[in-house]
């Protein structure tokens, strides 16, 4: 009987009263210190990134809040994105505030299509194919671009702009337009070494005139300030490994149209110089 009421009590004790409350607070023991080492881990990364030290986290079971106050959208993906990248992370809950200028949409609109056609022009990196859209700060990108490099690209440059709170995402990616990429690269170069080289560059280094491709031909357009400043750009152009043709559609500021007319130059072949000394002997 005696042995009969022990073992009764030992079941009782083991689903009632047994270790489940222990293991319990084990549990909840190690998912606290996992909790601290995330939380220490992130705000060691974000303090790595001068734009993110305003950012504060807080790690409860595994899920992540971010909370604080940034200058551009950029600076808020980034965030983000560390606190995604952090292993054993469960979730992330964003509440990062952007303080950052609001404009109208078409002068936001503006701001970045300049930007995406001569921010990299230094290096002849340019999307002018690339189709901008705002409203409200919501940046709306559709087009080609050539690779996940190009695309990353844009997506940097337009998230780095004041103004944009978010962006849609509707570029599309078409490995052919590689085929004329080291001919637009030598063309931008061009066009921005020459800008500076004949001071008609802006303040900020940009060049005032576009390059255009299509299939080997370049289409140039813009404007500059006389006519010697106009022959020089489209001389080096002319010269640039690549082209086959400018059509040029590039106009003199305070010129009258006699002038414009004299100067303008449509489809002029693209002739090397050895080309030339071929043609003359």
Do not use: W
């Amino acid at each position: 009987m005696r042995l009969c009421k022990f073992i009764v009590f030992a079941l009782a004790l083991a689903v009632f009263g047994g270790p489940a409350p222990k293991s319990l607070a084990a549990t909840a023991s190690t998912s606290g210190y996992r909790d601290m080492d995330l939380e220490r881990t992130l705000r060691a990364a974000l303090n790595r990134n001068p734009s993110l030290g305003s950012i504060e986290s807080n790690v409860t079971h595994g899920t992540v809040t971010l909370t604080g106050e940034v200058t551009h959208y950029q600076d808020k993906l980034d965030a983000e994105s560390l606190a995604h990248q952090l292993p054993s992370v469960r979730a992330v809950q964003s509440r990062i505030t952007l303080n950052t200028a609001v404009l109208d949409d078409a002068e936001l609109e503006g701001r970045l299509e300049d930007r995406l056609r001569y921010a990299r022009a230094d290096i002849g990196l340019t999307f002018p194919q690339v189709q901008v859209g705002a409203h409200k700060g919501i940046v709306s990108l559709t087009g080609p671009v050539k690779d996940p490099v190009e695309h990353a690209s844009v997506l940097s440059l337009v998230a780095t702009t004041d103004g944009v709170f978010s962006i849609r995402d509707g570029l599309s990616i078409e490995p052919s337009l590689a085929s004329d990429e080291v001919t637009r690269a030598r063309i931008n170069k061009a066009v921005y070494r020459t800008a500076r080289a004949i001071g008609v560059a802006g303040t900020d280094g940009t060049a005032p005139v576009q390059a255009h491709f299509d299939k080997g031909s370049v289409t140039l357009m813009g404007s500059v300030a006389d006519a010697k400043a106009k022959e020089e750009l489209l001389s080096r152009i002319r010269n640039a490994d690549g082209a086959l043709s400018v059509q040029d559609e590039v106009m003199v500021r305070n010129s009258t149209p006699a002038v414009q007319e004299a100067t303008s130059r449509s489809m002029v072949p693209c002739l090397q110089n050895k080309d030339v000394a071929s043609t003359t002997q």
